[in-house]
């Protein structure tokens, strides 16, 4: 049974930085497909970006300036970097790993 932990709710103001995390247990973490999604209220969830099991990664064409995916395959975890950040990204992010979603993580972005 996989299990999938993000990281806690949390805020930022406009312009700063946050890294989510999403820990992965009872899956073989290194040959699962990794995506991040988020959702705003009333819309539906909206891809981010994807890593291959190499490392390589995927973006969205409007997230690949401002946010980064990464993977550590010891800690079996899944980062998103999200740098010069505006009120429009909050939302809820979610991590998928072999077709799981996690729980979902608020970010909240004020001016």
């Known amino acids: 049974q996989l299990e999938l932990v993000e990281s806690g709710e949390t805020s930022v103001q406009a312009g700063g930085s946050l890294k989510l995390s999403c820990v992965a247990s009872?899956?073989?973490?290194?040959?699962?497909?990794k995506f991040w999604y988020r959702q705003v209220p009333g819309s539906g969830r909206d891809f981010i970006s994807t890593?291959?099991?190499?490392?390589?990664?995927s973006y969205a064409a409007k997230y690949e300036d401002r946010f980064t995916i990464t993977q550590d395959n010891v800690k079996n975890t899944l980062y998103l970097q999200m740098d010069s950040l505006e009120t429009s990204d909050t939302a809820v992010y979610y991590c998928?790993?072999?077709?799981?979603w996690g729980h979902g993580t608020q970010v909240t972005v004020s001016s």
């Open positions: 890593i291959s099991s190499g490392g390589t990664p």
């Open positions: 998928v790993v072999c077709n799981n």
């Open positions: 009872g899956a073989d973490f290194n040959r699962c497909a």
